[in-house]
């Protein structure tokens, strides 16, 4: 059983920073692309960013592009969306999706992911 626990949520101010991390347990995490989707109040489920299981690849919505770095460290089973100059529109709850994958491959959309982790809450403030 795959099991994701996202943490690093919090309050912020508007042009400061936060680490999201997403903890994957349960089975080999070198074999899973990760994305990073968000839901803020009152609106869709929407993508973020993605990482290709050995992370060598990455996507980037158009929204958080220059401001947010998705990474993994493998030997920790871990991946981190690194959130900088955040805005308040950035508020929202913040999930970890994995997909089985051995192709490299990123995915954007949601319905491609197997496993959820819960979410971590971001608040930003003006």
């Known amino acids: 059983q795959v099991q994701l626990v996202e943490s690093g949520g919090g309050l912020v101010q508007a042009g400061g920073s936060l680490r999201l991390s997403c903890a994957l347990s349960g089975r080999t995490f070198s074999s899973y692309a990760i994305g990073w989707f968000r839901q803020a109040p009152g609106k869709e489920r929407e993508f973020v960013a993605a990482i290709s299981s050995r992370g060598g690849s990455t996507y980037y919505a158009h929204f958080v592009k220059g401001r947010f770095t998705i990474s993994r460290d493998n030997a920790k089973n871990t991946v981190y969306l690194q959130t900088n100059s955040l805005k308040p529109e950035d508020t929202a709850v913040y999930y970890c999706?994995?997909?089985?994958?051995?192709?490299?491959?990123?995915?954007?959309?949601?319905?491609?992911?197997?496993?959820w982790g819960q979410g971590t809450q971001v608040t930003v403030s003006s």
């Open positions: 999706a994995a997909k089985t994958s051995e192709t490299g491959t990123y995915y954007l959309n949601s319905y491609s992911y197997d496993y």
